[in-house]
């Protein structure tokens, strides 16, 4: 791929709804260049879609006029961007010094065999997903996970199969 000419699939198309064009309008005007624009539009499109589909880095580009590989530059290098469904529910379990050291890993350990995904692996139902992050900043409260934009302190492995549980029922009542 060309890194001057980004191209988007012929036949993909996509949009922002009308209040995130207005977000996107504002941001673009807001930044002193089009590159550093580059990361709020790439949050925006996972806002919208959950993650970045095939196709949508080269869209980004195109519509900031930047080289598609710096795009791709960004979503490789910073973890809170997915080339990839991250299912679901997107459990990041904490590992840094003071989960660690509260048992981090035996809730990755717990949450490996429980689900049978491993680190960066999405289950087969599309419905978990488990990541190892670095420190969220609820250190006092170790162990600790975020999943979506929720933190939950303070975990202990019956409080992992409770959580869990509860977001099965959630996804068999399609909620
Ligand atoms: S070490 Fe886990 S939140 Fe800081």
Redesign the pocket.
């Known amino acids: 791929m060309s890194e001057e000419s980004p191209q988007v699939p012929a036949d993909t198309e996509f949009a922002f709804t009308a209040e995130r064009e207005e977000r996107y309008q504002e941001l673009v005007r807001r930044y002193p260049t089009n590159f550093s624009a580059i990361m709020p539009t790439l949050w925006l499109c996972q806002e919208q879609w959950g993650w970045l589909p095939a196709g949508v880095p080269e869209w980004v580009a195109q519509r900031l006029d930047v080289p598609v590989a710096r795009v791709y530059e960004l979503i490789t290098f910073y973890t809170m961007y997915y080339l990839e469904n991250p299912g679901r529910y997107n459990l990041q379990v ?7 050291l509260m048992g ?1 890993q035996k809730i990755v350990s717990h949450l490996r065999d429980k689900l049978g995904i491993s680190h960066n692996q999405t289950d087969a139902e599309g419905q978990f997903r488990l990541e190892e992050v ?6 006092g ?4 996970m975020q999943v979506g934009k929720h933190y939950y302190e303070n975990l202990t492995i019956e409080k992992v199969d409770q959580l869990v549980a509860g977001w099965r029922q959630e996804g068999e009542r399609g909620e």
């Open positions: 904490c590992r840094n010094v003071s989960c660690h981090a670095e420190c969220l900043g609820a250190c409260f170790a162990p600790m």
